[in-house]
């Protein structure tokens, strides 16, 4: 076992036992909290693949980021029925029954069909230590897919014949995308007027239907 | 399956992760908690492509791309799904999803 599969095993360890948590437990605050280990795992995963731009893409934005728009989220609504919501065991049985039957089918169909390349981790490639590949493949400065074939172009073109595949028009497209979401979040989740909230009288006769927490709906 | 880490390894953690996200999404009742399960499964699809971008010379790029867009997609997705939560929030004051049944017919 070299330095990289002790590695791997570490954090694929710490990665599961950390997802598992998250769906174990029943309070939702330490699942924010499990969830920040899951994420931060990942995110080693993808540093011991090589893969350094996503890795610290995958900490910034998703751990610095999505999660701390989760936490929010869960701090603003963490009042006491809501923290811990517990399902009935016949639901968690059902879940836990369809999850085993999920993962072992996945499971036995990866195994028994032995994807291609599943030998030893290959030697990282240098050009991809740095992210000018990545951001050439975005800006379309260079081929994406010179090997794969992938795009429907004629294989026996040279490379500089071809038209260069690129994913610069998936990447505006995630431009405006973003755009769109921070207009539609901010519209969403904006103050609104405050619905009338009057300390509720008591009632006059038993017709009046009352929200239980004052609220008029 | 062999002690030396291969392509399986990393494809058998990201089944483990879609498995887990896929249970949370059905499991909880508070609607953030299902947000948590989206994001494990948007995780485990990461994983996959980029471990494909690792030991599959023709993904050396895309796999990684792919994963880019994802993180950026998913990042959006929690944004807007937190602002329809914490709208619903307001208007209801619970996050059971099992009270949002104003639509049921």
Known sequence: MTLTDVLFYILAAMTGICA???????????????????????????????ADFVGATQLLVYVGGTLVL????????????FIDMRISAAEWGIALAVGLVLYGILAASLV??????????????????????????????????PQGNMSGLPANVSPHGRLAVSYLLPF??????????????AYLARAKRRRLVRPTPPPVDG??????????? | MTLTVGLTHFLLL?????????????SKRNAIGILMGVEL??????????????????????????????IVLAAA??????????????????????TAEELKG
């Open chain 1, 70 to 81: 989760v936490v929010f989220g869960v701090m603003l609504t963490a009042q006491s029925p």
């Open chain 1, 112 to 145: 028994i069909s032995n994807p291609q390349g599943a030998g030893a981790l290959p030697p990282p490639r240098e050009e991809l230590a740095d992210s000018t590949l990545l951001g050439q493949a975005l800006l379309g400065e260079w081929q994406a897919s």
């Open chain 2, 77 to 98: 997705e929690a944004a807007i799904a937190l602002a329809i939560v914490l709208n619903f929030y307001n208007n209801h004051l619970s996050v059971d999803v099992d």
């Open chain 2, 14 to 26: 990201g089944a483990l992760l879609f498995v887990c996200g896929a249970v949370c999404m059905a």
């Open chain 1, 207 to 217: 017709s009046a239907h009352e929200h239980p927490l004052g609220v008029q709906t």
């Open chain 2, 41 to 70: 499964v948007l995780n485990a699809a990461t994983i996959n492509f980029v471990a494909f971008a690792r030991y599959n010379p023709i993904f050396q790029v895309e796999g990684q791309i792919f994963a880019l867009f994802v």
């Open chain 1, 20 to 50: 598992l948590a998250v769906v174990v437990t029943q309070n939702i605050v330490r699942a924010a909290a499990w969830l920040l280990f899951t994420l931060a795992g990942v995110s080693g995963l993808f540093f011991l693949l090589g």
């Open chain 1, 172 to 185: 505006e497209i995630v431009s405006v995308h973003l755009l769109v979401v921070l207009i539609g979040a």
